[in-house]
């Protein structure tokens, strides 16, 4: 891998190098600038104290001071009955790295707006050590593949993972990939922990929700085919629905398990129905065209809630709340699982636990 040093002379500080790796030269290079004009000083004094000390005396050291302060602010959280979301997260990657946001974030309002409209979230950065010892930075750029579709303007293009996740249609396999509409939705739609999304604006408006969003478009391997009733044209439609991890015990997408199945594993790993994406074939990629919630016409919720042996007013009210959006805000705002636990009662399970691969593990240097 070819590290390209970047116009950022650290002092006392780790010097901040950038790899294209499978970005666009062009995304790589707004990269470059961003991260050639970070200035640490405008970090806190604890994050300024980190990474001197990182460069001084390499990244291990770093990380266990990092830890020690970690656990001491867990234990105070605990000494003080202070509980907040992943207050016990126990990843140790996020431990490790956590200091690391601030750099990427500060890269990331760097990157002017209409840059960032333009190549995000199909492109993402990420920030790691580097070093004999781990004392600089460098930042790793990468993409989706983009895929110009048979019969489609070069304007139009989609995208797919590197990974190329497919799908039978019609006994053939095709790559499952992603139009720029449905990226959208997508976007809107998805339960972020840390970022309550609102309608049709994008969630990855920081250097975090631009991770969490492209990982997912990056790494998820599993999809479903389905046939969804298309009202328009009378007839079943090729489609396909997918999952997002229910994230440990702690953070709020854990609620999808203690709220929806109450009961559950602790050895088991869960992942709640995030929605339907109608399709259509283009050469080798299944293309999904936008996103249908759970329950919106079409879907088997809708379909299974209308004949279940409900009341017919309480079927009414069901129906109509699942036509509302936007769910994943409504959900983080208020916390009821209502809906989401009748569709699964009546309708489709909407929380399960698979023992195979839905998502390819994170990027590592």
Known sequence: MIQEKSAHVG????????????ASEKFADHVRRAAAAVEFAEL????????????SAGFRVAVDRFKDAHAFVRSLGRLLHISKPGLNQSSAT????????????????????????????????????????GEDIVVKCASLEEINLEGRPSYWPAYCSPYHPTLKVKGERKIVAFAPHLIDRMGASLLWDKHAPKRFMPVWDDYYGL??????????????????????????????TMYEEC????????????????SFDKCKRYYYRV?????????KYLVGKTLLLPGFLGTPEYQKLETCGL???EKKQLL??????????????????????????????????????????????
Not at 11 to 20: A, D, L, N, Q
């Open 11 to 22: 002092g006392p500080y780790p010097e901040i190098f950038v790899s294209k790796g499978s």
């Open 44 to 55: 806190t004094p604890a994050q300024r104290k980190t990474f001197a000390l990182q460069k």
């Open 94 to 133: 996020a431990v490790s790295l956590g200091w690391f946001s601030a750099v990427g974030q500060a890269i990331f309002k760097r990157i002017p707006l209409e840059v960032r409209r333009a190549y995000m979230p199909q492109n993402d950065f990420q920030v790691w050590p580097c070093g004999d010892n």
């Open 211 to 240: 991770g969490d969003f492209h990982g997912f478009l990056y790494e998820c391997v599993y999809f479903e085919s389905v046939q969804l009733y298309d009202p328009k044209v009378q007839e079943y439609v090729p489609a396909f």
């Open 247 to 262: 994230v440990e015990e702690g953070w709020f997408s854990w609620r999808y398990v203690t709220k929806v199945l109450g």
């Open 275 to 283: 929605g339907y994406c109608p399709a259509f074939v283009s050469g």
């Open 311 to 313: 009341p017919m007013e």
């Open 320 to 365: 109509e709340a699942a036509r509302r959006e936007p769910r994943a805000e409504e959900l983080l705002r208020t916390g009821d699982f209502s809906l989401i636990k009748a569709l699964h009662r009546w309708g489709v399970p909407q929380v399960v636990a698979f023992d195979h691969e839905v998502f390819k593990p994170p990027r590592l240097p």
